[in-house]
């Protein structure tokens, strides 16, 4: 998907610098100490055996933003029901209101729909007013609060 200088692409073992890059910008305000290093993209991301989907946001040419999708398998470091769908979404603060992740989200909606799954978690801590209202403004709701973090669901159609 190509508009005004957006384009989004699915990522690939190539892409664990960028999106240890994406990580360290987005989350330095409200995760300053989040491992953002290759092994910890790579596990989490790449290599996660649960992963669907992992879709690259670049605007004019530079990585601006990425978003994951996952399949909950029991244990989850959520406690996300099993085979429920788990989305991470992280753009760079320079890009944010820019349409970023309203156009990560559509990639990301249609593989979750076409894989089969009813209900995307989206689990972000409780201070993360940007992600709260972004994800709200997607359709997903509040289902339930958990010590620092807030639970939000989206059912697919």
């Known amino acids: 998907m190509t508009q005004d200088g957006l384009k989004m692409r699915a990522a690939g073992d190539r892409d ?3 999106i240890s890059k994406i990580l360290e910008a987005a989350t330095r305000a409200i995760d300053p100490q989040r491992d953002v290093s290759s092994s910890e993209v790579i596990k989490l991301y790449l290599s996660h055996p649960d992963q669907i989907a992992l879709f690259i946001a670049e605007l004019d ?3 601006v933003g990425f978003q994951s999708l ?3 398998s029991v244990p989850n470091m959520y406690d996300v029901p099993k085979h429920w769908g788990v989305i991470g979404s992280y753009v760079v603060p320079k890009a944010m209101r820019k349409g970023i992740g309203s156009a990560l989200w559509t990639e990301t909606k249609c593989e979750a729909i ?3 799954l009813t209900t995307i978690d989206a ?3 409780k201070t993360n007013h940007a992600a709260i ?3 709200t403004a997607l359709g997903f709701v509040p289902c339930a609060t ?5 639970r939000l669901r989206y059912d697919c159609p």
């Open 16 to 18: 664990v610098g960028v």
């Open 61 to 63: 040419g530079d990585a």
């Open 70 to 72: 996952k399949r909950a």
């Open 114 to 116: 076409h894989r089969g």
């Open 123 to 125: 689990t972000t801590l």
């Open 133 to 135: 209202t972004y994800y």
């Open 146 to 150: 958990e010590m620092s973090r807030i």
